[in-house]
């Protein structure tokens, strides 16, 4: 059953031990906290890169502190080819989400014929905890936009179509838009 307690992302990343892994599985998300950045990008063709920039700064933090404790941050982005404008801005800041410390791979959505893939994005923590992202069909959080999953088997399985999907992937360097 999902967990009723208050979610914080911050303290679930906080808490892993050895592994933080984000399957990214929309085309497009609209959230709010990127919002400017992303407008920026469309109109000028520039994003922040600046890893100590307001933008970046707290994320590059997490990620860094994670590292530094021995966790692996992994994150991988399925994406529909050719990409959108949104996946082009993604991949546009991926610079950072590495220099911070993160593992960062593509899998272009047809190559995924044959994996078992979840519904929704997810942040899976040490295998144990999973962290489900609800958005909406417009790319904005929904009314419920987290949910905590801790149940053994439905865990392991959201755990290995991630994993399924990992060994598949491109890492980024290897990765090109199309």
């Known amino acids: ?11 679930l990343l906080a808490g892993a031990r050895h592994s933080a892994i984000h399957l990214e599985l929309r085309d497009f998300y609209a959230v709010a906290d990127e ?48 990409v959108s404008d949104y996946i082009k801005y993604e991949h546009a800041g991926t610079t950072v989400n590495a220099a911070a410390g993160e593992e960062v791979r593509w899998l272009p959505r047809h190559q995924t014929v044959g994996l078992l893939l979840p519904a929704v994005d997810g942040w899976l923590f040490d295998d144990k905890r999973l962290l489900l992202n609800h958005f909406t069909g417009e790319g904005q959080w929904a009314a419920v936009p987290m949910e905590l999953r801790m149940e053994p088997d439905f865990v392991k399985a959201y755990a290995d179509a991630t994993e399924a999907v990992w060994e598949r992937a491109v890492p980024h360097a290897e990765y090109k838009i199309r």
Do not use: C, H, N
């Open 1 to 11: 059953m999902p967990q009723k307690e208050p979610l914080r992302f911050d303290e």
């Open 35 to 82: 919002a400017d950045d992303y407008r920026r990008w469309r109109e000028t063709g520039e994003r922040d890169v600046d890893p100590t920039s307001a933008y970046w700064a707290p994320w590059v933090a997490m990620v860094r502190a994670a590292t530094a404790r021995g966790v692996v941050v992994r994150r991988i982005r399925i994406v529909s080819e050719p």
